[in-house]
Nanobody, 124 residues
Framework: QVQLLESGGGLVQAGGSLTLSCAAS????????MGWFRQAPGSEREFVAA????????NYVDSQKGRFTISRDNVQNTVYLQMNNLIPDDTAVYYC?????????????????WGQGTQVTVSS
């Protein structure tokens, strides 16, 4: 069992930056691949970024490459999403997910655990 708790969301102006954190409780954090998803009102939950359990492989949705960076600290049991040059279309609830299998593309149904989400709002 893994419990995930996101933090770091908020209101930011376009062009600004935010760093989201996802703290995991439970054992064997490094055995889980971690991902970030987001869901805007009226839209389906979509993949943003993922990182393998060891942190040696990262994957991003094409539209986020160069703006978002995923990282993890397996000592602190935390995964991060650094978001730069934010635009209003980035406004969404951002969710952290954990999975035991590394399968790309990472579809929401492939996640084993979810956090409760953190709201990111980008104003123009």
């Amino acid at each position: 069992q893994v419990q995930l708790l996101e933090s770091g969301g908020g209101l930011v102006q376009a062009g600004g930056s935010l760093t989201l954190s996802c703290a995991a409780s439970g054992r064997s954090f490094s055995s889980y691949h971690m991902g970030w998803f987001r869901q805007a009102p009226g839209s389906e939950r979509e993949f943003v970024a993922a990182i393998t359990g060891t942190g040696d492989v990262r994957n991003y949705v094409d539209s986020q490459k160069g703006r978002f960076t995923i990282s993890r600290d397996n000592v602190q049991n935390t995964v991060y999403l650094q978001m730069n040059n934010l635009i209003p279309d980035d406004t969404a609830v951002y969710y952290c997910a954990a999975a035991t299998l590394w399968r790309l593309p990472w579809l929401p149904r492939a996640s084993d655990y979810w956090g409760q989400g953190t709201q990111v709002t980008v104003s123009s």
